[in-house]
Structure formats: structure tokens, C-alpha cells
């Protein structure tokens, strides 16, 4: 593979001639194109030039001798961002590099431990961060509920896509059936009943139903994975292609219902309240009794709560939701874990490489992939209850096709069935959708220019077509995604025999 | 729940399924209320049939470009309808910037019309191909899913190449289609409009059947489309040959951006998407794969979406259009995913 005399053309050329450079001579030609580039990048922006010269010396650093020279190198890393008053960049780095100090037994559980932890304090410290070259600003913790959702839903979607290899191109669907199942138990939508089931924060005599929203969660994730078992049911024995394209029509006919039910099949029931949507939601609290007995640890109501100051941070409702939401994506990615490699985590993964293989084997093919249709709806549903309880509002606006692919994209980039993958990839591209590309733009417009000459983008309009151009980069050049599977990865470079047992065209035309 | 105990389809045709007893009824029920529609208002029902027959025209067009390609690639290819939206916008271009058309040119506006639909045509095809080398063929040899992931990604970036374009908005198109009247019978009026739309279907469906049918290219594409591997043995060039369908199913499909951008006069940077859509549901509905199905399943289509839209009595309003189409896709998928004239490559037979 490796013979120069073979290399034809100038990029096999370069690539023989770079194969064969000593080390040494290799990491100094890498380090000066980096120095060209952050020298290149000074003009456009200084920040940016800087941020090129610390990644390139933490890349560097990982590659030489741990003892003295790479402790040293993380040290004086450390001490040039304290130098440089960076405190908050250099406490980051501090931390990082502590962790992976630690031997490999200690550190596989440290990582997720640390991460949680950092995750879970965010709101203490989000103002006190560094700014991000071209991404600007942290993201604040409103934003980190919407990523934290979002992360939920690829991870859900992961489970259909990612473990059982169904293309689900209409999961908005189960988080339209999430979001709308909060929104009518715990509204003032039907208005001629009045129920009541341990609601925070409302006149117990109010109109509507109002269930509490810990219960609607399950409650919400439960219907979501009926409807996915009912949508499963018929279409599951289609194969790949034409299953996506079943799905996306649920995925587009379901919001059309809702955007058109404020007056039900004509008999003048309003189910959805239209294109308006249903606002406001109940609230999220644990109620004066529990707040008491706990010593008003845990919140009656989370958009009461405010005059406690923990650590010289006013605790915000937006807080309240970012820790619940971190408790329902460690629920749903420990389940999600749990699931891939039991019996039924296993049967999906058969039938994703193989599904003859895996039905000769004793797989039944109809149920296994129902499960993982359900399971995926579930963590849908739940998703788009929290988020619709967080904005207190759903609009069948929010249901579009765009939605679906967003998320799949969030899979895609991270790598399908890898759950840490799913879980960078969903944060990055929904603080993108969120706040990123606002603030890119912004960079943009303000750093880049021809002469005289601003762009003047309009970023976040594009945001669309940049997540088709993500997808599209990731399928051609990375297929198994930033952080692959290794299986995965291998089943995508080497091809599997997805010739599909149930294939009901085929079967139907040429018998 | 495993169907390995499934009849064989002849069995399961003699015997008197429920299924197919609850379709029976369905399209009895349907038939019904289009009977009463057409009793109680003759000449609305016959002026909406013929609107659904001229957007079933333009969406034939666009069928047949997505049951081209799955017929040689099993390839469900979604940008075809952005590229169909750009069929339009290219129309808007050449028309108003290089020749200048605008409403009220007379008979000046015929050759022109000729040559933005060659231009068009031309371009769309161009970008088709294009689209295949850069997203498709990469992926030749991956799992089955990954070019059609890819296809959406490609979706997503034409559209929002129409929308850096030509802006967010409605981009209007010159009215050249002369809105005179053909005939009028009995309260039934058919404009001239309509009539140039079905004048320039038939001649470039007439055409594709001759180049499938007839052509050394033709039967390049339909040998591919059998067997690839077989093919190439045989000595076809089966990338170029893929290409070359990708070229004739873009060219359709700028066809049919210029009749939609001229008849309808607006077109919009997202508007792609749901007719690609739609498109595709009637190029399942006759069958994927076969060339007559599509055209078929397109005039069904657009019998249906006007009938839905225009009749007065009981009909749902264009409110639902989408989630009818969508629910017939589910349905024919999921009853007959053959189609309703079976499904073929385009080998014609």
C-alpha cells in the first residue's frame, strides 16, 4: 500500500512523502502551516489566532513523553491562560488535564462523573466564561434547556436509527405527540371539564385539565410510544427507504392536524386550537407540602421560586429547568445504555447488519423493531412534554419536517449508534440552531470583509441548508460520524447486507 | 407477527380480504361523493377536473424524474423537487433577464418560451448530474440508507441556495400564457393556459418514451437498470449511463419548473420540497419504476388535489390537501407498495 514508486498523481505524491517523513520533521512542517494559519488568521480576527495556537499546542502536548515534558507543557498551558488573565479558560484546562492524569480504571468513571458535575454547576459559572472565538459568548442556561432537550431526542432517535438502523424521518411526530399530550392535561384547554390531579401554582377551581406535570412525563412518553407501536405496526415490514418515506408523511401529516383541529372534523371542537396553539401550561414545582418537609431544598413552583442565593448566584426558574433536564437526559441515557447491550439492544443491532441473518437466527423481526419504535417514541414524547412545559406553549409551528432532519442531523454528525457521539453532536448543532449561528453571523459580518465590502449574512436563515451541508460532509467523508461506533463504523466502510427480509414491493411485484 | 406463514399473493387474492373490502368501499364512497358533486354542480366539477388534469400534467413531469432515477438506483432522490423549484427560478431568470418577457408580447413570446424551456431544461439536468456525481456516486457501495441521507442533505442545501438567491419571498413570473379561451360549453371555460401546459407535456413525455424505448442510450438505461453488473459486462459505461438519467430526470423536472412557473406565475424557495413530495407520492401511487405509472399516478394526483380544493360540497379544502396526499403514500405503501399499474424499472415490458 505504502510504495512510493506506485504514488501517481500529486496527492498520492504528498501523501507517500508525508508517510515517509521522519517524526520529528513531520511535527515541525504540521506546526508551522498551524503558525501560517494563525498568522493568517491575526488579521481577521486576534482571538481566532490564539485559539489556533492553544489547540494546536494541546494537540501537540497529547504526543509527548508524559513525564516531565508533557505535565510541563500542561503547566505552562495553565499558567499562560493565568498570565493572560483567561482565568476561567485556564480553570477549564486545569481540570481537563487532571482528569486525564488519572489512570485509565479511575478515569473511565471520572469522565462522565466530572462531565455531570460541570454540566450540573454551569449556571454558577456561565457568566464568569471565556469568550469563544466566531461562537462569542457561552450559551446561557435557557439555551442549555434546549440543547439539553434536543440532546434527549437524538439520543431517543439514536435508538431507532443509530441501534436498530430504521430511518425515521418524522420524529417530530413523537415530539409533537409529547409536546401536545403535556399541553392538554395541563392547560385551559377544555374548558368544560375540570379535573384536577395534584396541579402546582393554579386555583384549584380553574376550568381545564390539570394533571401534574411529573406525572404527565411518563404519562406523555407512554402515549408517545403507543402511537409509535400503532404507527409501527403497519409500515415496520416496509423496507428502509420506503419506511422513511412513511414516516416523514406521519411527520407531516400530524402537525397539519393540529394546526387544522381548532374546529375537530367539522364538528366544532377546538382539540388544538389551530395555528394559535395551546398557552399557558402549568407549571413545574413539587408543591408547598413537599417544599416544606425538605426545607424549601426542592421548589413549590418553579416560576415562584427566586429569592435564594446559592454561592453568590440567584437561583433562576430557567435553573430549575436546566436540572430537571439534566435528570431526564441521565434517565434517558442510562435507559438508552441499558437497552444496547441487553437481549433486545443486542436484536437490534443483528438486524441492523443483517436482517435475514438475524430472523434465520430467531429474531423476531416485527417485535424487535416495533420495540425500538416505541422506545424511541417514548423519549420523544418525554422530550417534547418537558420542552412544551418549559415554553409553556405549544404551536404545531414548532412540528415541522425540518425538525426531524435536524435531529437526525444531531445523529448523523455525532455518529450514529454511539451515545456520547449522539450526545456532543445534539449539543453542538442545537446550541448552534439556538444562539451559534446568530453569533457566527455576527462575527462574521463584523471580522470578514473585502475592501470596503461586508457581507452582511443573515446566518441563522440559512440554518437549514448549513445542517444539509453537515450532513451531507459527514455522509461522504466520515459516515460513522465524529465520534463512531466502532462496530458501526465498520459495518459503513465495509458495506452490509441490508437486502430486507419483509420486502413488500418486491414481493408484492414479482410473485 | 412474522409473516413467514404469509399466502402467497394468488391465494391472497381469491380469497375476499377485509383490507380489500374496506378499499373497495373507500374508493365506493369516494366515487359516491364525487357522483353528488357532479350532480349538483356539473360545470364546477368539470372546470376542476380540468385544473387537476393541468397540475396533474406538471406533476408528471416531476414523477417521472423520481421514478427514473429509482428505477436505475432504487434511490429515493429528494432534492429532485428543489431542483424543480430551481427549474422555476431559472424560467424567472431567463425570461425576464435575458429575453426580456413580460405579459402581453403576442406571438414573440412563442420561440422565446422554446428557448427558456431548452435553457432551463438544460440547466436543471446540468444540476442534476451534478448532484449525483458529487452526493450519489461516492456512496455506491455503502448500506442503502446513506445516499438517500445524503439525499436529504442535498434537499436542504438547493433549497436554501433558492433562498440566498432570490430572497424569501414570492418571485413572480411574466404571465405569457394567454388566459383566452379555448372553448365554452355550457358554463365550462378552458383557457388557453391549460391548454399550452398539456401541449408541452405530451410532446417531452412522447419524447422521453421514444429515448427510453427506442434509443441505444435507452436501452443502456434499461439494461442498468436490470442488472447493473450484467451490464457493465456487457460493455455499458454504467456511471455514465446513471448520469445521463440523472440529466434526462432533471431536464423533466425544469420542464416542469417552467410550465409551473408560468402557469401558476409565483414560485418560492420552499415550494420544492412539498411538490417534490407530492410528485413522488404519484410516481409510488402508479407504480415506482414504471414509466406510464407515473404519468398515471401524477394525473390521479392532480384529479385528487383539485377535486379536494374546489368542490363545494363536503370537500375537505386545500386545509388538508398534504395530509391526503401523504395518507394515500402511506396507504399505497403500506397495501400495495407496487403500485397501482405495478411496479417496474424502466425497461418498459
Known sequence: ?511 | MTDATAPALGARLKRPSVVGLFGMLFVGLLLLWLGINLVKAPSDFFEILLIGLTTGCVYALVALGYTLVYGILELINFAHGDVFMLGGMFTITFATSIFNLHAGRGFVAVPIVFAVLILSMLACGLLNAAIEFVAYRPLRGAPRLAPLITAIGVSFIIEDVGLAWKGPNYVTAPDVFPHTKVFSFHGVDYGWNKLIVILITVPVLLALTYLVQRTRQGKAMRATAQDQEAAAIMGINVNRTISFTFLIAGALAGAAGLLYSLYVTTVRFDQGFQLGLIAFTAAVLGGIGNLPGAVFGAVLIGLIQAFNEGLNWHAPGSDWTQSIVFTILILILVFRPEGLLGERTPEGG
Not at chain 1, 421 to 438: D, K, P, R, T
Request: glycine share 10%; net charge neutral.
Open chain 1, 1 to 511: 500500500m505504502s510504495q512510493p514508486a506506485e504514488a501517481v498523481g500529486l496527492r498520492n505524491q504528498v501523501r507517500a512523502w508525508w508517510k515517509h517523513l521522519p517524526v520529528l520533521e513531520r511535527a515541525g512542517v504540521s506546526i508551522g502551516l498551524e503558525l501560517l494559519l494563525a498568522v493568517g488568521l491575526f488579521f481577521i480576527d486576534h482571538s481566532l489566532a490564539y485559539a489556533v495556537i492553544a489547540c494546536s499546542a494541546l494537540y501537540w502536548l497529547r504526543r509527548l513523553p508524559p513525564l516531565p515534558w508533557k505535565l510541563a507543557g500542561q503547566l505552562v498551558l495553565v499558567l499562560a491562560f493565568i498570565v493572560f488573565g483567561v482565568w476561567s479558560l485556564a480553570v477549564v484546562l486545569a481540570i481537563a488535564f487532571a482528569v486525564f492524569w488519572l489512570p485509565p480504571r479511575y478515569r473511565r468513571w471520572a469522565l462522565p462523573v466530572v462531565a455531570c458535575a460541570v454540566t450540573v454547576l454551569y449556571p454558577f459559572y456561565q457568566d464568569k466564561m471565556f469568550t469563544i472565538p466566531v461562537f462569542g459568548v457561552w450559551p446561557d442556561v435557557a439555551t442549555g434547556v434546549y440543547m439539553l432537550v434536543f440532546v434527549m431526542m437524538a439520543v431517543g432517535l439514536n435508538i431507532v436509527v443509530g441501534y436498530a438502523g430504521l430511518l425515521d424521518l418524522g420524529y417530530v411526530a413523537f415530539y409533537a405527540t409529547g409536546a401536545y399530550t403535556a399541553a392538554w392535561f395541563a392547560s385551559l384547554q377544555f374548558p368544560h371539564t375540570t379535573f384536577h390531579l395534584g396541579a402546582i401554582g393554579i386555583d384549584p377551581h380553574l376550568p381545564g385539565i390539570h394533571v401534574t406535570i411529573w406525572l404527565l412525563l411518563p404519562l406523555a412518553g407512554m402515549i408517545t410510544a403507543f402511537f409509535g407501536i400503532l404507527i409501527g405496526l403497519p409500515t415496520l415490514r416496509l423496507r428502509g427507504d420506503y419506511l422513511a418515506i412513511v414516516t416523514l408523511g406521519f411527520g407531516e401529516i400530524l402537525p397539519q392536524i393540529a394546526r387544522n383541529s381548532d374546529n375537530f372534523l367539522g364538528t366544532g371542537f377546538n382539540l388544538t386550537n389551530g395555528p394559535n396553539g395551546i398557552t399557558p401550561l402549568d407549571s413545574l414545582g413539587f408543591g408547598n407540602r413537599l417544599s416544606s418537609w425538605t426545607g424549601h431544598v426542592l421548589p413549590a413552583n418553579y416560576l415562584q421560586c427566586c429569592n435564594a442565593k446559592v454561592l453568590g448566584h440567584q437561583i433562576q426558574s430557567t435553573d430549575l429547568f436546566f436540572w430537571t433536564a439534566i435528570a431526564l437526559l441521565l434517565f434517558t441515557v442510562f435507559c438508552s445504555m441499558r437497552l444496547q447491550f441487553s437481549r433486545l439492544g443486542r436484536a437490534w443491532i443483528a438486524i441492523r447488519e443483517d436482517e435475514t441473518a438475524a430472523a434465520a437466527m430467531g429474531v423476531p423481526l416485527m417485535r424487535t423493531k416495533t420495540w425500538a419504535y416505541a422506545s424511541g417514541a417514548f423519549f420523544g414524547g418525554i422530550a417534547g412534554a418537558y420542552y412544551a412545559t418549559f415554553k409553556s406553549a405549544t404551536f404545531p409551528g414548532d412540528f415541522f419536517f425540518n425538525i426531524s432532519v435536524f435531529i437526525l442531523c444531531m445523529v448523523i454528525l455525532g455518529g450514529m449508534g454511539n451515545i456520547w457521539g449522539v450526545i456532543v453532536g445534539a449539543s453542538f448543532l442545537a446550541y448552534l440552531n439556538q444562539e451559534g449561528l446568530a453569533n457566527t453571523g455576527q462575527w462574521i459580518n463584523t471580522n470578514v470583509h473585502i475592501g470596503s465590502h461586508h457581507p452582511n449574512l443573515d446566518v441563522p436563515l440559512y440554518a437549514s441548508g448549513i445542517y444539509g451541508l453537515i450532513i451531507l460532509v459527514v455522509m461522504l467523508f466520515r459516515p460513522e460520524g465524529l465520534i463512531p461506533s466502532r462496530r458501526r463504523a465498520a459495518e459503513l466502510h465495509e458495506g452490509v447486507h441490508d437486502e430486507p427480509l419483509y420486502d413488500a414491493a418486491h414481493a408484492g411485484a414479482e410473485a
